[in-house]
Each structure stands twice: as C-alpha cells, then as structure tokens.
C-alpha cells in the first residue's frame, strides 16, 4: 500500500511557475511508474506527464510539452513537477499517482495509488 501527498498548489498569475510535490509513504516510489494527471471543473482527468518505472524515461501531454517538467528524488521518496509560464488554461486540480505497470500510461486507470490532490489556479 503506498500512500501519496501532493503539495505546492496555489493561486498564481498567467505567466508565473509552482512546483508541486508528491510524496509517498508507506512504500518507496521505486518500482513504481508514477504520473500527474490534472481535473478541472465538468471536465475529464487528464494526462500531465509521467515517470516509468525504471525511472529513466519521462512522458508529457502536448500541452504542457516545455513548460513542465517532473523529476523524481528517490532519497526523498517524492516526485515533482515544476510548472513554468502557466496558463489560465492550466487551472485545474492536480494529482499524482503511482502503478505498477512496466514504463508508464497515459490512461488514470492503469493507476493503483492516487493522492488527494492539490489545487492550481492560473489569473489572468
């Protein structure tokens, strides 16, 4: 069982940059591929980026392709994710998950252990 806390979330202007954290207790995050997804109000979660198992490989949704970038601190069992030139558009709820499959999944149900989430708000 791993249990999963993000961090980091805030409100911010258009333009601006958080980093969000995710750690993990219960387990370590190795050996397990881990994501960000992200939900805004009446709509569907959706893929941020993602992390494989091995660690070596990490994946990002086109549209957030150069602004974000997630990293993985093993010794601190947390991962993050810094969100630079944030959009209104980008506004939305975040989470982080963790599964056990091989290199990583753009899809929420290949997920096994997800946070509560954390809250980013973009200003125009």
């Known amino acids: 069982q791993v249990q999963l806390v993000e961090s980091g979330g805030g409100l911010v202007q258009a333009g601006g940059s958080l980093r969000l954290s995710c750690t993990a207790s219960g387990r370590t995050f190795s050996g397990y591929a881990v994501g960000w997804f992200r939900q805004a109000p009446g709509k569907e979660r959706e893929f941020v980026a993602a992390n494989s198992r091995s660690g070596s490989s990490t994946y990002y949704a086109d549209s957030v392709k150069g602004r974000f970038t997630m990293a993985r601190d093993n010794a601190k069992n947390t991962v993050y994710l810094e969100m630079n030139s944030l959009k209104p558009e980008d506004t939305a709820a975040y989470y982080c998950?963790?599964?056990?499959?091989?290199?990583?999944?753009?899809?929420?149900?290949?997920?096994?252990?997800w946070g509560q989430g954390t809250q980013v708000t973009v200003s125009s």
């Open positions: 998950a963790a599964g056990t499959i091989a290199a990583f999944s753009r899809r929420s149900g290949a997920y096994d252990y």
